[in-house]
Nanobody, 123 residues
Framework: QVQLVESGGGLVQAGDSLRLSCAAS????????MGWFRQAPGKEREFVAQ????????NYADSVKGRFTISRDNAKNTVYLQMNSLKPEDTAVYYC????????????????WGQGTQVTVSS
């Protein structure tokens, strides 16, 4: 079992930055692909970013490329999402996720989910 706890959400203005954190506990953190999804009101949950256990493989949704950066610190069992140049359309609940296999991570085929943290971007 892996427990994921997100933090760092909040209310910001367009153009601002936020850094989300996801602390993992339980099974060996380094065995898992980690990443982020988000769900806006009235919309389906969508893939944001993923990172392999070593950090060598990283993928982003087209909508966040160039603005968001995912990273992980295996010594701290934590994955981060640095979000810059935020837009109102980035408003959503952001969920951390962990998967033993990364192949279909972007489709939401993960093993564990966090509880989510709200990000609201005002115009």
């Amino acid at each position: 079992q892996v427990q994921l706890v997100e933090s760092g959400g909040g209310l910001v203005q367009a153009g601002d930055s936020l850094r989300l954190s996801c602390a993992a506990s339980g099974r060996t953190f380094t065995n898992y692909y980690m990443g982020w999804f988000r769900q806006a009101p009235g919309k389906e949950r969508e893939f944001v970013a993923q990172i392999s256990w070593s950090g060598a493989t990283i993928n982003y949704a087209d909508s966040v490329k160039g603005r968001f950066t995912i990273s992980r610190d295996n010594a701290k069992n934590t994955v981060y999402l640095q979000m810059n140049s935020l837009k109102p359309e980035d408003t959503a609940v952001y969920y951390c996720a962990a998967a033993r296999n990364g192949g279909n991570f972007y489709r939401g085929e993960v093993n564990y989910w966090g509880q989510g943290t709200q990000v609201t971007v005002s115009s």
